[in-house]
């Protein structure tokens, strides 16, 4: 299993409530000044970078609890130069000042991460703000991006409604990277982990044999990540709904030439 030893987040997103909406213009804001430690509480998604979407696997939520303590979920996939760290509802210190607002995490014995907010103006719903984002790594510390951030609020979270067995399909030409086409089955445990079942020639349910099987949900996002032949692998999507035995994905994609597409998934409950 590879060791990620090094943590960069650059901040990003894609709207929440319709998967893909826009962030409003806030014709009205608020004083973000005016008593933020109670207006910022709640569970919040980043929706845009510099006014455009980002894919859905550079998401990162938001959970703050009170004016000193908030949870930070992201599941980041490797890329060329660097690794990225697997953030499962991860403690960070807050302090808040006026308008601005510092989230502290100690990503691993190595590497803290600070998140630098200075709100622009916020509402019940969204709030936009100024992002630095700064990596210490034994002692060096340096920024890593700065960027104008519209964050939705989260008003669900689907982490104990997932739990139990889905079968399921893509429901358009570009699904999951790593998608057969195929109907599959997926096993979401309380403990954080999963089993995966294909169907074999016989049309038998297989379970997967993989060294690890995570996942996690946090409002909306739901993050997996496996190892096969010693290799990680990760896909993130976006529960668009889920009641009773059904239940629906998004994610937006992006292809190497940097277009992008929506990909969907369909499924149903069987346990």
């Given at each position: 299993m590879k060791k990620l030893l090094n943590f960069m987040l650059a901040a990003a997103l894609i709207c929440s409530a319709s998967v893909f909406t826009s962030c409003t213009k806030q014709d009205n804001p608020v004083n973000p000044a005016d008593n933020l430690a109670e207006k910022i509480k709640g569970k919040w998604i980043f929706a845009e970078r510099n006014g455009e979407p980002t894919p859905t696997n550079k998401k990162r939520v938001f959970n703050i609890v009170s004016e000193?303590?908030?949870?930070?979920?992201?599941?980041?996939?490797?890329?060329?130069?660097?690794?990225?760290?697997?953030?499962?509802?991860?403690?960070?210190?807050v302090v808040i000042n006026g308008n601005k607002m510092t989230l502290t995490?100690?990503?691993?014995?190595?590497?803290?991460?600070?998140d630098e907010?200075?709100?622009?103006?916020?509402?019940?719903?969204?709030?936009?703000?100024?992002?630095?984002?700064s990596?210490?790594?034994?002692?060096?510390?340096?920024?890593?991006?700065?960027?104008i951030l519209c964050l939705k609020k989260l008003a669900r979270d689907y982490s104990?409604?997932?739990?139990?067995?889905?079968?399921?399909?893509?429901?358009?030409?570009?699904?999951s990277e790593y998608d057969d086409g195929k109907v599959h089955r997926w096993e979401y445990k309380a403990d954080g982990t999963y089993v995966y079942y294909s169907l074999d020639e016989a049309g038998e349910w297989g379970s997967s044999e993989n060294d690890l099987n995570e996942y996690f949900v946090d409002g909306t996002l739901l993050c997996t990540?496996?190892?096969?032949?010693?290799?990680?692998?990760?896909?993130?999507?976006?529960?668009?709904?889920l009641k009773g035995d059904k239940m629906q994905w998004k994610a937006l994609r992006q292809n190497e030439d940097g277009s992008t597409y929506t990909a969907t998934f369909e499924m149903k409950k069987v346990q």
């Open positions: 000193t303590k908030a949870y930070v979920s992201a599941s980041r996939g490797a890329e060329p130069t660097m690794a990225m760290k697997w953030l499962d509802h991860t403690e960070a210190d995490m100690q990503a691993d014995e190595h590497t803290t991460v600070e907010f200075i709100i622009i103006n916020i509402d019940d719903t969204e709030f936009t703000a100024n992002l630095k984002v990596v210490t790594v034994d002692g060096t510390k340096e920024k890593v991006s700065e960027n104990e409604t997932i739990l139990g067995t889905w079968e399921g399909h893509v429901t358009n030409s570009e699904g990540r496996w190892i096969d032949n010693d290799e990680e692998f990760r896909e993130w999507w976006e529960i668009a709904y």
